[in-house]
Structures are given as C-alpha cells and as structure tokens.
C-alpha cells in the first residue's frame, strides 16, 4: 500500500515545483507493518528507518492505534482499491500534524499486495480547512501511477493506474527492468536516474511526454518522481516511482486555488446582494460559464420569518437575482437582470432543490429528453441558442435555513460536471452560505435598527403656530443607523411649544432604546404641562427608577444611565421661551439681525446622577423670527477642536438668518458630515412666531356669580368677530363650566382667555392650586357632570400650574365636523 500524505510541512520543495504533488512515505505490508522507510518521511516526522521498518504504522498514525481499527481500515482500502483523506501523523517529539492522506493499493506477482505511501500538497491549499470528501474525490480525480523496483531495478510492485500513464500492462512489467518493457533512450535515462537515487538515499524528479496506444496523436506530460527505500539498518531496498499526470493534477490544483481564493473574496461586506454577485464572479470562468445566484426575498431585505429546510409545501418561496456571471459580455443567456423576482414552472430542478434541499446534477442536458424545459419556451430558446450542455443546481443553505439557489451552467467548456465538481460546488456554496448567512443577519438587525429609530424619532415637527421647525440626524454609528440623541417638538396648550433635545450615553442599539424610554417619559411629563425645571425633575427621578429596574441583582448598585436634556417651553403670545437644563449644552439663539448668543443657563447635573439638585429655569423674551439651535455634543466636538471652538463654528453656520432653515441645518452639520464621527450629532432648528394680537382676546371677571353670563358673553362676541359663530354654542357651554368651577373652588380674580391659531383655545385661571379632576356623577345627583360635558365639546382639555395658581384649557377645532 502507497500512503501519500500532504500536510504544512514542506518535504520536497523540488518535487512540488515540478507538479508532483506525491512524494513516497512509507511501504506497508497487508497488516499495517512498516516494510520500507524513506529520507522524506523521517524529514516529517523525526523517525528513522530504524525507528520503525518492522513496526506497526500506528507509531506514526494514531488513528490506527487500536487493531480492529487499523484491519478494518485496511479492508476498506482494499475494497475501494485506496483511499484519501484527512488524517494525522505523529512526530517524534510527541506533536501531531494535520495531513491529507493518500492510500493506493501494490499488487505483485502472484497476487500479494502491499501498501505504499507518499506525501502530497495538492490535497490542502494553504491555510484551507477544506472537507474531507472534497480533498478525496479532488484527489481521486488526479490518481497517482505507483511502481517499486528493487535494487537490479526489477520491477516488484505496481499499482493499476500505472499503466494509463506509459501503456505497460502489469504482465508486462512485473519482473523486469523497464528497458527490458520499454525499450529506448527514455528508459536508459530513467534507468540512470534511478541509480542515481538508490545511490544517493534521496529524491529525484524528471518529466516526460508520451503517446498512449488508446489515444495516438494525443500527447500527455507526465511528472514523476524516484525515492529510495530504506530498510531497518538504513540500507537501500530498492527504488519508488510515482508518476502524474501533470495536466490533470494541473486542473486539481485549479480546483483547490479556486477554494482558496473564496476565502478572500467572498463575504467582503455585509451587502447580500454584493455577496450574491462575488459568489457568481468567482467561479466564472475557471470553474462555469454562466453561474445564477437567486436569494430567498427575506433573506435580501431582512423582513419576514426566515425559510425553514423541510417547511416548503405547496406555496414556494419567492426569489429572486442576486448574482448573475456569463463568459459571455451582458450575459445574454439570463432572463432577469440582479434584484427582479423569478418564476419557476412546474417541474423545474430548482422546486425540488427548494423542496429537499438536495443539489440536483444533470451531467448532460438534453433538450429532448427533460420534460420540464417544454413547459417553458422562453427557457428552452435560451438553453438551444447559447448550447447549456451540462447544469448542476445547489441550495444554499446555513443552520436549517434555505436561503436559496445557485444555478452552475457549461456552455463552451465541453466537459460535462461530474460528481466531484458538484462536491466543489457545494463547498463553494456552503462558504457562500456563511457569509450570506452573515450579511442576512446583519440586514435583518440594520433593518430592524432602522425602523426602531425610525419610530423612535419624530416622523414629522409640528411646530404649529408658534415655530417652524428641522432637524438633522447623524448616528455615529453609521452602519446600523442608529444611536441614543432625540429631539422633539411637543405640542402645548395654548398654542405653545416644548422645544426638546437629548443625548443618551453610548452610541447603537442599547442607546437608542434607552433614548425611547426617555422620549416616552419627556412627552408624558409634557402633557402634564409641567414647567421646565420640574420637568427635568421628574424625568431625573424617571431615570433613577429606570436604571434600578434593570439592575437584576439586587445586592448589586443600579446602573447610571447617563443622559443630558434640554427642555424649552416657547409661548408665541408673549414671545417667552423658558428653558432648563440637565446637563446639557446651551442653545445657540440668532436675533433677525444675525447676532448669535448661547444664553448663560445654570447648567443642572445629567439625568440619573441622583445628586439631588434641584433644576433652575431662565425665562427669555425672543423677538420675532429668532433662531434657536438645540443640538447635541457630537455636532460641535469633534478630534481635534474642542467645544468652544466648535460652538463658535456653530454659530458661524447660523450667523444667516436669512437663509431657510433647511439650508442653515445643511450648513450647520457641514462639518461633521462623512467624517469618522465619535459620537451621535442631532440639530434641532427652530424660527420663532408669534401671534398677532388680533388672535387672542383675554379679559379679567369678578370672582361672583355675575362672571359666568359676563363670561358667556365675552365670549359670544369675541367669536362672532372672528367670523366663528358655528363655535358659539358649545364654546359658550365650555366657558360656562369653567369659569363656574372657578367661582365655586377657587379664589381671587378670574381670567378667560380665548385664543385662535391652528385651533380655538379657551383657557380660565386663576389663583387656586387644585387641579380639578372628572367624576363619574349618578343618575341623582345635580353636579359633577362640567368636566364631562366640557371632555365632549372639546377636541382635548387640561389643566397646567402657573406660578399664581392654575390654568383649566379646552381646544375646539375651527371646522368642527358636522
């Protein structure tokens, strides 16, 4: 028995040069035991001949170690007349080596067999992690031819492939010298080279051509190579010839560099369909010459449960293009272009492939013969006109999941695919299958991220009456979309606005859900119409509770979780923005006159510390048309320049107020745009209102029960003057209720105000502190029911805390539905 064994170690740099891919190992008899040892052997493992002719060769294979395992080896080999394969070997100072075994069965005369071994490199390209059964049947694909001869150079021992490479039978050679078989000036010289190496104890190589009598006119190169065996003392037994054929093992290797170079092409992104169309350009030419990747849909877009291997019944996944390679410009022979869905009729390899996830090979495709290209015209036209002569059809699929089908089509290259090539295509695909796999979760997660954000950020600024607002978003981390700033424009009662921005510590996805609890709270606590620095309170005390909650060992301190806020309140009435901070960066305020200011505001700490200081708020008159600029640190922070200098660049951007504000927020994040950003960057620009005094109309009543017809009355007038009087009668029901609340549970002077803007306002203080709260009034009892009445004439009421009392308010629309 020859065993050929390919591994990292290097034993013959000139035997590799030369396309041998094989050089001798061992020669065993029919039990495993060392017969004959070589230079080339003791080189891989630190043996020498002493060491082990007349041993078991489970001394340097462990796997064989055990008897049963080593007989039963032996059996297999001899049934499938060698065999290939990973195996190790072991070294002399106790290291294993990883290697590709070659098994190929000697026969003798009178019917004795041995066993021969050989090292090869063709089996492992170089830090390849190739499959077993793919190196075997690569190997088998360029069979090794085998003679030994003793030391008259008689010919003992050959193996059955031998012959294909020089046309000497077994009878003919067996015995005797291959002068005496082959008889001219190349068996001389091979002769002599033989000599040379049973004199020498090494390796030699030497390359011929031949003319077989099978195939006259056809000349084929071969390459061989002549190593000694040793016997136990170190003496010369006789001489190994191994003989390949160079064009063969040249296209193995081919083979084998085409795996390795998947390695580096495939999966260079996280881009689906780009992993798609690099599967398609790797294996056109060298290996196909038309080559279709088509993807599963969810697989492409990241949406949708993923295909399950074994779920496909009747309705079957749609796919669609992804990769798409011709040897042909344009590639003519496909019928969808990269991103269009396919149809597959029935009876297609594909369905079967998509059902069983089994590859489908047809080594030659006839038209005439398969019944499913009748059913599709179009196909069968493209199949003739273009002479698709051989298909293979491989699913690709990772850990259960069916992710699609990749299509291998020979047009010029007239040989058909084999078995082993199918065995290529699969490992080809399989790597494919990872990285798609790969690039599919990341869609799925980029997609997911996407829409989170997406849903987490306002679709759309309402700035209402009394702002017009914009706003820019730039997460630094880009490639999921996502991080943990947020802005807000809030509606309030009373036409104004909460002007809100915010930064969470950290940056992907856990900041930005952390950013969606703080936005949900920030809106909640809006709506109670707090004032700024309460607000921030509340929040700050939100975020504590928060942080506790996910903590998950109690014994353990809470988290911080980390994040500055900025809260301004703006009224267009009286042109008063109140604003406070949480640790966070003061807004940039532009004048119409283009002077730019960051007020002075008493910095507070950040939300969740838990210092305990209280919130300050600064109250502002803005003229009309003021900038404010709201952003986080990442747009004025960047490497290199520090925070004043990067305010001061802000407010360069912003020294226009001219300018539309979608062209000022261009400009403002000018700067940090396709630049390596540390940290999110979010800007929330605003241009102040104001409401002309036309558009509200406030009086001050008596706190008798005269208040409430003069209320009415007021109120009556007003409306009519502003053309409203389809609003008359249930806005004049809504001021009763009010202003009768506050006669009843109030105190001191009351004022009604109404106010028109996007919607109609009425608003009633005064200086009591309870809020009043609805009640669910029985059928016998006479009061109770205001709130309720007032909840159903109105579009949406509350109440806000003022600094001398309280504010009930209702809003109506100006074009109540009929």
Not at 435 to 446: F, G, P, V
């Amino acid at each position: 028995m020859i065993i050929t064994i390919s591994d990292q170690a290097t034993v013959s740099n000139q035997v590799n040069a030369s396309g041998v891919s094989d050089t001798v190992f061992a020669l065993l008899d029919g039990q495993g035991v060392v017969v004959a040892w070589t230079q080339a052997a003791e080189q891989l493992v630190g043996y020498s001949a002493g060491d082990v002719v007349g041993r078991s060769v489970a001394l340097v294979l462990p796997s064989f170690e055990e008897g049963p395992a080593m007989s039963a080896f032996v059996e297999r080999c001899r049934a499938r007349n060698g065999w290939s394969g990973a195996s190790a070997v072991r070294h002399r100072d106790g290291r294993v080596l990883d290697v590709s075994l070659r098994m190929s069965m000697v026969r003798g005369r009178y019917g004795t067999v041995r066993w021969l071994a050989s090292v090869t490199d063709i089996g492992v390209p170089s830090g390849d992690a190739t499959s077993g059964s793919l190196r075997g049947s690569l190997l088998a694909r360029s069979p090794i031819g085998v003679s030994v001869r003793d030391l008259q150079l008689h010919c003992t021992w050959v193996n059955d492939v031998m012959e294909s490479h020089d046309g000497i039978s077994a009878g003919r050679r067996l015995g005797r010298r291959l002068t005496d078989a082959w008889p001219g000036t190349g068996a001389e010289t091979t002769e002599a080279v033989m000599r040379q190496v049973l004199h020498r104890g090494t390796t030699m190589v030497h390359e011929y051509r031949t003319w077989l009598p099978a195939s006259l006119g056809e000349e084929r190169p071969f390459a061989v190579s002549f190593s000694c065996l040793q016997g136990a003392g170190g003496q010369s037994l006789g001489v190994c010839t191994i003989s390949v054929d160079v064009a063969e093992s040249r296209r193995v290797r081919e083979r084998l560099a085409l795996l390795g170079e998947a390695g580096t092409r495939l999966g260079r992104t996280l881009d689906v369909m780009q992993t798609g169309q690099e599967l398609a350009d790797l294996v056109v030419p060298q290996f196909a010459d038309f080559v279709t990747v088509d993807l599963e849909q969810s697989a492409l877009f990241g949406e949708g449960p993923p295909v399950r291997i074994g779920s496909i019944g009747e309705r079957l996944p749609v796919l669609r293009r992804a990769g798409l390679a011709s040897i042909r410009p344009g590639v003519p022979e496909a019928l969808w272009a990269c991103g269009e869905a396919i149809s597959m009729p029935p009876g297609m390899p594909y369905i079967d492939v998509l059902r069983t996830s089994r590859s489908y090979l047809e080594p030659v495709l006839d038209t005439a013969a398969v019944t499913w290209i009748d059913k599709d015209s179009v196909r069968a036209q493209k199949i003739r006109e273009y002479g698709m002569h051989s298909v293979m059809v491989v699913p690709i699929r990772v850990r259960r999941v069916l992710l699609g089908v990749a299509m291998f089509v020979r047009t010029e290259n007239p040989m058909p695919f084999q078995e082993c090539d199918l065995l290529l295509a699969e490992e080809l695909v399989g790597r494919a299958a990872v990285s798609l796999d790969n690039a599919r979760q990341y869609t799925r997660e980029h997609t997911a991220a996407l829409a989170l954000q997406c849903n987490l950020l306002p679709h759309r600024l309402r700035g209402g009456s009394a702002v017009e607002a914009v706003s820019r978003y730039l997460p630094a981390d880009v490639d999921r979309g996502v991080g943990g700033d947020w802005f807000d424009v809030i509606p309030l009662s009373g036409a104004r606005v909460a002007l809100v921005v915010g930064d969470v510590v950290g940056h992907g996805i856990n900041a930005a859900a952390a950013m969606g609890r703080l936005r949900t709270a920030v809106h909640t606590l809006a709506d109670m119409e707090l004032p700024p620095d309460e607000l921030l309170a509340r929040l700050d005390d939100t975020v504590q509770r928060l942080a506790e909650e996910d903590t998950a060992d109690s014994d353990q301190a809470a988290t911080v979780v980390g994040a500055t806020c900025l809260y301004a309140v703006y009224d267009p009435v009286n042109r008063k923005c109140t604003m406070a901070t949480a640790g966070h960066l003061p807004p940039a305020i532009t004048d119409p006159k283009g002077r730019v200011t960051f007020p002075d505001l008493p910095t507070g700490a950040p939300l969740g510390i838990g210092l305990g200081v209280p919130f300050e708020a600064v109250e502002l008159e803005l003229p009309e048309g003021s900038l404010l600029a709201l952003y986080t640190d990442g747009l004025i922070e960047t490497r290199g320049q520090d925070i004043e200098e990067g305010m001061h660049r802000l407010g360069t951007a912003l020294a226009q107020p001219d300018l539309s504000l979608e062209d000022l927020c261009t400009r403002a994040m000018e700067p940090v745009q396709g630049q390596a950003a540390c940290d999110d960057a979010s800007l929330l620009l605003v241009r102040t209102r104001t409401l002309s005094p036309n558009q509200v109309a406030s009086w001050t009543l008596p706190h008798d029960q005269t208040a409430v017809r003069r209320a009415r009355h007021l109120a009556a007038g007003q409306l009519a003057e502003w053309g409203l009087e389809g609003l008359e009668d249930s806005t004049k029901l809504i001021v009763s209720e009010l202003v009768t609340n506050a006669v009843r549970h109030g105190t001191g002077p009351i004022d009604l105000r109404l106010t028109r803007h996007q919607v109609l306002t009425v608003e009633v203080s005064d200086t009591g502190t309870c809020s009043p709260r609805p009640r669910n009034a029985s059928p016998s009892n006479e009061n109770g029911r205001g709130l309720a009445i007032v909840s159903q004439l109105s579009r949406r009421w509350g109440t806000r805390p003022t600094p001398g009392g309280k504010v009930i308010w209702a809003e109506k629309d100006l074009d109540p539905p009929d």
